[in-house]
């Protein structure tokens, strides 16, 4: 049995919350309100299954969580509850660039290591995903970074585009939420011995992603807005161009194509359905083996910090967590539930704190000349 959380909403009280969801193969168990910021995880069979049985109920919970989750919907003018909320919020979460000083005295003596997502972190969110450009200056700091510390990129997109948009060869880059790593081509110093770090746990699943991709793209054509992304070991659904009026009938073509893929799962991230392999493979699974490949498994002189904004990010966030090392950094605006210990608000802080991690490791290199 396992648990999944989704986000519904109260129409008539404007309240939006998470609800948990003990799921069996065979039926949904039971269901329990917790705090907001949950997001749906769900094996295609047994979730797909349900929503025959259950009808357009759990549809429009479906289509409710989208609706919670969307920017469009935050207040223009926040309430006082609002603002007391994002105090209590920010007293458990601070921002990491206040706590700046905290943060390196806890990796005095330890050899940080840093793990980035891209979108929404190092580049804004964008209506359309191939035009989400990191900024020339964001590039630079990153490079500089990876300079001082081993960087990795961690991201849902392909392996390869994630690459176009960055374009630094000194990095790791791990792809399809960690299902495709690659480690630096060229010029880190961090780089293990001769062999070029390559892992892609989930080889056997192309040909399907392949086939599910090309369903979708048929599918979806009819619903102005939506755009489906062959992210090679993951598929993407956007919908942030899609009317909401529409998002009942996107689920529902989506929906179609998945009864017939048991070995795929669907998840919920920022205005996108992504579909996977029900491997046990994650952001966090690819922050370990990433951890190991650097030599640090096992090791307490590590700390590593893991910078993002998506739902994605938090099985990485947990990872930390309950290893007590390191620190996870929530990029959001708005408070949510995370296992994340700090948070920026935007690209620009994460570009700030980047830029003081550099300033402290190599004082010289902001002050002049990249030595990079």
């Known amino acids: 049995m396992t648990k999944q959380n989704v986000i519904v909403s109260d129409k008539k009280s404007g309240l939006n919350m998470s609800i948990t969801m003990a799921m069996s193969k065979s039926s949904i168990l039971t269901m329990t309100a917790q705090k907001p910021g949950g997001y749906i995880s769900f094996s295609t069979t047994e979730l797909l299954k349900n929503l025959e049985i259950n009808g357009e109920g759990r549809i429009n919970a479906w289509v409710e969580s989208m609706r919670a989750s969307s920017p469009t919907h935050i207040k223009s003018t926040p309430s006082l509850a609002d603002h007391d909320r994002r105090s209590s919020w920010t007293v458990s979460h601070p921002s990491a660039l206040d706590m700046f000083e905290q943060i390196i005295d806890a990796s005095k003596g330890k050899q ?53 948009f960055v374009r630094l060869a000194e990095l790791y880059y791990a792809g399809s939420h960690g299902m495709d790593i690659k480690g630096p081509a060229k010029g880190s110093k961090y780089k293990k011995g001769s062999r070029a770090v390559l892992f892609q746990p989930a080889s056997e699943f192309l040909p399907m992603i392949d086939e599910v991709y090309k369903h979708l793209v048929e599918k979806t054509k009819s619903t102005p807005g939506a755009k489906v992304e062959n992210n090679k070991f993951c598929v ?70 893991y910078i993002g904004d998506d739902r994605t990010d938090e099985d990485a966030f947990k990872i930390l967590r309950e290893k007590g090392q390191g620190f996870g950094i929530l990029v959001s605006k708005f408070p949510k539930e995370t296992c994340a210990s700090y948070s920026l608000q935007e690209p620009d802080e994460v570009r700030d704190f980047l830029q003081r991690l550099v300033q402290w490791k190599r004082p010289s290199v902001l002050g002049g000349q990249s030595k990079v």
């Open 112 to 164: 940080i290591v840093m793990f980035l997502d891209y979108d929404g972190t190092l580049s804004p969110i964008v209506d359309d995903p191939d035009k989400a450009f990191m900024s020339d200056a964001m590039r630079q700091t990153v490079r500089k970074l990876a300079g001082c510390f081993p960087t990795a990129i961690v991201s849902g997109r392909c392996r390869d585009k994630v690459y176009n």
């Open 236 to 305: 993407s659904v956007h919908f942030r161009r899609v009317e909401e009026k529409k998002w009942n009938e996107l689920f529902q073509q989506v929906k179609s194509v998945l009864k017939e893929y048991p070995e795929l799962r669907l998840t919920q991230g920022r205005k996108v359905l992504e579909i996977r392999p029900t491997i046990k493979w994650d952001k966090g699974k690819a922050l370990e083996f990433l951890l190991e490949s650097l030599g640090f498994a096992n090791c307490s002189d590590v700390f590593p910090v």
